[in-house]
């Protein structure tokens, strides 16, 4: 759970800059102690995540507190990144928010499953 008394980090993978924005707007009017930074693809949260650190560096990458991720995407898309999320014990604590319109039928236990 997170802690409101302190800043937390909010990693928002979306494409639509129209759902970003909405998505911000939630947190700027309940939250003000969330930092919220995008990745515009799913390809562009990993690095963002996992970085093209080098081996001395891995585990000294600062994490995001919770994924705000959207799933229907250009590229690795967010099925893609739930993939590598699932893959990944060093982020394994960290929450993930499935936001999609998508009703495709059994979508959303496909991104439970994954970790979502």
Same mark, same amino acid.
């Given at each position: 759970?997170?802690?409101?008394?302190r800043p937390?980090? *909010?990693?928002?993978v %979306?494409?639509?800059?129209?759902? &970003? /924005?909405? $998505? +911000?707007?939630?947190?700027a009017?309940?939250?003000?102690?969330a930092?919220i930074?995008?990745?515009?693809?799913?390809?562009?949260?990993?690095?963002?995540?996992?970085g093209?650190w080098?081996?001395?560096? *891995?585990?000294?990458? %600062?994490?995001?507190?919770?994924? &705000? /991720?959207? $799933? +229907?995407?250009?590229?690795?898309?967010g099925?893609?990144?739930l993939?590598?999320y699932?893959?990944?014990?060093?982020?394994?604590?960290?929450?993930?928010?499935?936001?999609?319109?998508?009703?495709?039928?059994?979508?959303?236990?496909?991104?439970?499953?994954?970790?979502?």
């Amino acid at each position: 759970m997170i802690d409101n008394r302190r800043p937390y980090w *909010v990693l928002i993978v %979306e494409d639509d800059p129209n759902h &970003v /924005l909405l $998505i +911000k707007a939630v947190f700027a009017h309940f939250d003000s102690n969330a930092h919220i930074t995008v990745a515009n693809s799913a390809e562009e949260a990993v690095i963002q995540i996992a970085g093209p650190w080098t081996d001395s560096d *891995v585990g000294q990458a %600062e994490l995001p507190d919770v994924i &705000v /991720l959207d $799933i +229907k995407m250009a590229g690795m898309g967010g099925l893609g990144f739930l993939r590598w999320y699932a893959g990944d014990l060093r982020i394994a604590h960290v929450p993930v928010v499935v936001f999609t319109a998508s009703q495709e039928p059994g979508l959303e236990r496909l991104c439970v499953s994954l970790g979502a």
